[in-house]
T-cell receptor, first 110, second 111 residues
Framework: QKEVEQNSGPLSVPEGAIASLNCTYSDRGSQSFFWYRQYSGKSPELIMFIYSNGDKEDGRFTAQLNKASQYVSLLIRDSQPSDSATYLCAVRIYGQNFVFGPGTRLSVLP | DGGITQSPKYLFRKEGQNVTLSCEQNLNHDAMYWYRQDPGQGLRLIYYSQIVNDFQKGDIAEGYSVSREKKESFPLTVTSAQKNPTAFYLC??????????FGPGTRLTVL
């Protein structure tokens, strides 16, 4: 069974710090990796996707993918209280559907 | 103004009732999906459709039914056979089965 695992948290970081969110997946055939942000009571919002090994940067967000170790991470620089949310990792194998992790709750403390 | 809409935002169901959740998109996306989210859990796939008039069961299809008569619309019916339907229901769409974009969700509660 395909699995995506995340630490449920909460992960607490002070304002201005770097938040590091991690995700591991079980299926080596996984090809596409996504990070969604979900505020309490709201629907998930896509913030990053990555397909190749290495880093991908978008503003304060950096996604890191290591297929050999089967993990993908999300770094949030200069964390703000507005970044407080649950972050969902999603993995997709080509031609198949997404598998979502349970999410990590991030709390950025002012 | 393109996007995905879901209605209603909140829905209450009595025991033994069937209810239908609406999902509409004007993004011209081919693929549409229905997920269920329970507190503290990830999203679980109920049904998906890659093309009009065709759909497939996801991981937890029992007690649910769908139709895809139009590209823009993918309604979900929660039947009385679904024994624990209280959850947050999310509809999503994608243009090439890659990035998925979500609607605002419907919160269903069984009375």
């Amino acid at each position: 069974q395909k699995e995506v695992e995340q630490n449920s948290g909460p992960l607490s970081v002070p304002e201005g710090a770097i938040a590091s969110l991690n995700c591991t997946y079980s299926d080596r055939g996984s090809q596409s990796f996504f990070w969604y942000r979900q505020y309490s009571g709201k629907s998930p919002e896509l913030i990053m996707f990555i397909y190749s090994n290495g880093d991908k940067e978008d503003g304060r967000f950096t996604a890191q993918l290591n297929k050999a170790s089967q993990y993908v991470s999300l770094l949030i620089r200069d964390s703000q209280p507005s970044d407080s949310a649950t972050y969902l990792c999603a993995v997709r194998i080509y031609g198949q559907n997404f598998v979502f992790g349970p999410g990590t709750r991030l709390s950025v403390l002012p | 103004d393109g996007g995905i809409t879901q209605s209603p935002k909140y829905l209450f169901r009595k025991e033994g009732q069937n209810v239908t959740l609406s999902c509409e998109q004007n993004l011209n996306h081919d693929a549409m999906y229905w997920y269920r989210q329970d507190p503290g859990q990830g999203l679980r796939l109920i049904y998906y459709s890659q093309i009009v008039n065709d759909f497939q069961k996801g991981d937890i299809a029992e007690g649910y039914s769908v139709s895809r008569e139009k590209k823009e619309s993918f309604p979900l019916t929660v039947t009385s056979a679904q024994k624990n339907p209280t959850a947050f229901y999310l509809c999503a769409s994608s243009i090439n089965s890659n990035e998925q974009f979500f609607g605002p969700g419907t919160r269903l509660t069984v009375l």
